[in-house]
Protein backbone atom coordinates (compact mmCIF):
# COMPACT_ATOMS: atom_id res chain seq x y z
CA UNK A 1 0.00 0.00 0.00
CA UNK A 2 1.67 3.31 -1.45
CA UNK A 3 1.85 5.83 1.41
CA UNK A 4 -0.86 8.94 0.25
CA UNK A 5 1.38 11.69 1.54
CA UNK A 6 4.39 10.53 -0.88
CA UNK A 7 2.03 10.57 -4.33
CA UNK A 8 2.85 12.96 -6.79
CA UNK A 9 1.33 16.37 -7.29
CA UNK A 10 1.30 16.78 -10.70
CA UNK A 11 -0.31 14.14 -12.23
CA UNK A 12 -2.30 13.47 -15.58
CA UNK A 13 -5.06 11.03 -14.85
CA UNK A 14 -3.44 9.73 -11.79
CA UNK A 15 -0.13 8.90 -13.55
CA UNK A 16 3.10 11.20 -12.43
CA UNK A 17 3.71 13.12 -15.05
CA UNK A 18 7.94 13.91 -14.03
CA UNK A 19 8.31 10.32 -14.61
CA UNK A 20 6.99 10.06 -17.81
CA UNK A 21 9.16 13.13 -18.79
CA UNK A 22 12.23 12.20 -17.73
CA UNK A 23 13.39 9.46 -20.35
CA UNK A 24 13.18 12.05 -23.09
CA UNK A 25 16.10 14.38 -21.72
CA UNK A 26 18.14 10.64 -20.69
CA UNK A 27 17.60 9.91 -24.41
CA UNK A 28 18.71 13.27 -25.74
CA UNK A 29 21.93 13.79 -23.40
CA UNK A 30 23.18 10.07 -23.96
CA UNK A 31 22.42 10.55 -27.75
CA UNK A 32 24.99 13.91 -27.85
CA UNK A 33 27.28 11.73 -26.03
CA UNK A 34 27.04 8.76 -28.62
CA UNK A 35 27.11 11.53 -32.01
CA UNK A 36 29.96 13.60 -29.98
CA UNK A 37 32.29 10.41 -29.95
CA UNK A 38 31.04 9.60 -33.69
CA UNK A 39 32.42 13.45 -34.76
CA UNK A 40 35.07 12.77 -33.00
CA UNK A 41 36.28 9.31 -34.98
CA UNK A 42 35.10 10.44 -38.38
CA UNK A 43 34.58 14.52 -38.50
CA UNK A 44 31.34 14.42 -40.23
CA UNK A 45 29.45 17.41 -39.50
CA UNK A 46 26.69 15.08 -39.72
CA UNK A 47 27.38 13.89 -35.73
CA UNK A 48 28.08 17.42 -34.52
CA UNK A 49 24.87 18.81 -35.92
CA UNK A 50 22.44 15.86 -34.46
CA UNK A 51 24.92 16.54 -31.40
CA UNK A 52 23.45 20.01 -31.36
CA UNK A 53 19.75 19.41 -31.94
CA UNK A 54 19.84 16.24 -29.31
CA UNK A 55 20.71 19.24 -26.73
CA UNK A 56 18.83 21.11 -27.67
CA UNK A 57 16.02 18.59 -27.41
CA UNK A 58 17.02 17.41 -24.37
CA UNK A 59 17.12 21.27 -22.70
CA UNK A 60 13.26 21.59 -23.26
CA UNK A 61 12.49 18.16 -22.39
CA UNK A 62 14.66 18.63 -19.10
CA UNK A 63 13.03 21.73 -18.06
CA UNK A 64 9.48 20.27 -18.67
CA UNK A 65 10.47 17.48 -16.45
CA UNK A 66 12.53 19.87 -13.85
CA UNK A 67 9.08 21.81 -13.94
CA UNK A 68 6.95 19.14 -12.75
CA UNK A 69 9.31 17.49 -10.19
CA UNK A 70 10.11 20.40 -9.15
CA UNK A 71 6.71 21.23 -8.26
CA UNK A 72 6.16 18.03 -6.63
CA UNK A 73 9.54 18.71 -4.47
CA UNK A 74 8.46 22.15 -3.02
CA UNK A 75 4.27 20.83 -2.47
CA UNK A 76 5.46 17.79 -0.16
CA UNK A 77 7.32 18.20 2.96
CA UNK A 78 7.65 14.70 3.20
CA UNK A 79 9.09 14.10 -0.68
CA UNK A 80 11.73 17.17 0.48
CA UNK A 81 12.76 15.25 3.87
CA UNK A 82 14.57 12.75 1.93
CA UNK A 83 17.97 12.51 1.24
CA UNK A 84 17.74 11.44 -2.04
CA UNK A 85 15.76 13.69 -2.97
CA UNK A 86 17.80 16.51 -2.78
CA UNK A 87 20.39 14.84 -4.57
CA UNK A 88 18.04 14.11 -7.44
CA UNK A 89 17.12 17.69 -7.43
CA UNK A 90 20.81 19.09 -7.12
CA UNK A 91 21.97 16.84 -9.54
CA UNK A 92 19.63 17.21 -12.00
CA UNK A 93 19.88 20.51 -11.63
CA UNK A 94 23.51 20.32 -12.08
CA UNK A 95 23.09 18.29 -15.46
CA UNK A 96 20.72 20.85 -16.98
CA UNK A 97 23.24 23.71 -16.48
CA UNK A 98 25.92 21.92 -17.86
CA UNK A 99 23.93 20.92 -21.08
CA UNK A 100 23.04 24.48 -21.53
CA UNK A 101 26.36 25.18 -21.86
CA UNK A 102 27.49 22.08 -23.68
CA UNK A 103 24.85 23.60 -26.04
CA UNK A 104 26.42 26.58 -26.32
CA UNK A 105 29.52 25.48 -26.76
CA UNK A 106 28.09 22.87 -29.44
CA UNK A 107 26.69 26.18 -31.30
CA UNK A 108 30.64 26.99 -32.31
CA UNK A 109 32.12 25.03 -35.59
CA UNK A 110 32.02 21.83 -35.95
CA UNK A 111 35.45 21.06 -34.81
CA UNK A 112 35.62 22.89 -31.88
CA UNK A 113 32.28 22.59 -30.75
CA UNK A 114 33.04 19.12 -30.35
CA UNK A 115 36.36 18.66 -29.39
CA UNK A 116 37.42 18.28 -26.55
CA UNK A 117 34.93 20.48 -24.62
CA UNK A 118 31.90 19.01 -25.97
CA UNK A 119 32.28 15.68 -25.39
CA UNK A 120 33.86 15.96 -22.04
CA UNK A 121 30.67 17.92 -20.89
CA UNK A 122 28.86 15.15 -22.59
CA UNK A 123 30.61 12.58 -20.61
CA UNK A 124 29.98 14.40 -17.19
CA UNK A 125 26.50 14.86 -17.62
CA UNK A 126 25.67 11.22 -18.62
CA UNK A 127 28.05 10.33 -15.63
CA UNK A 128 26.45 12.46 -13.42
CA UNK A 129 22.84 11.26 -14.44
CA UNK A 130 23.70 7.75 -13.48
CA UNK A 131 24.41 8.87 -10.42
CA UNK A 132 20.63 11.12 -10.64
CA UNK A 133 18.95 8.40 -12.02
CA UNK A 134 20.19 6.21 -9.19
CA UNK A 135 18.64 8.79 -6.57
CA UNK A 136 15.28 8.88 -8.38
CA UNK A 137 15.19 5.20 -8.63
CA UNK A 138 15.52 5.00 -5.04
CA UNK A 139 13.04 7.57 -4.06
CA UNK A 140 10.44 5.18 -6.33
CA UNK A 141 11.16 1.70 -5.25
CA UNK A 142 12.79 2.44 -1.85
CA UNK A 143 10.22 5.17 -0.77
CA UNK A 144 7.20 4.91 -2.75
CA UNK A 145 7.41 8.49 -3.57
CA UNK A 146 4.53 8.68 -6.85
CA UNK A 147 3.67 5.42 -7.05
CA UNK A 148 -0.03 5.53 -7.75
CA UNK A 149 -2.26 2.55 -6.41
Known amino acids: MTDQSLRATVRLA ?4 HPMLVPFPIVCFTGALVTDLAYWRTADIMWAD ?12 GILAAIAGLI ?10 KS ?12 LILSFFNALIHS ?9 TGLILSAVVV ?5 TGWMG ?7 RV ?4
Do not use: E
Not at 84 to 95: C, E, F, S
Not at 137 to 143: A, N
Not at 146 to 149: I, K, L, N, P, Q
Open 14 to 17: KHPI
Open 50 to 61: FSAWLLLAGLLM
Open 72 to 81: DFLSNRLIRD
Open 84 to 95: HAWLHLIGNAIV
Open 108 to 116: RDAWTSVVP
Open 127 to 131: LLMLF
Open 137 to 143: WSLVYRY
Open 146 to 149: GVAD
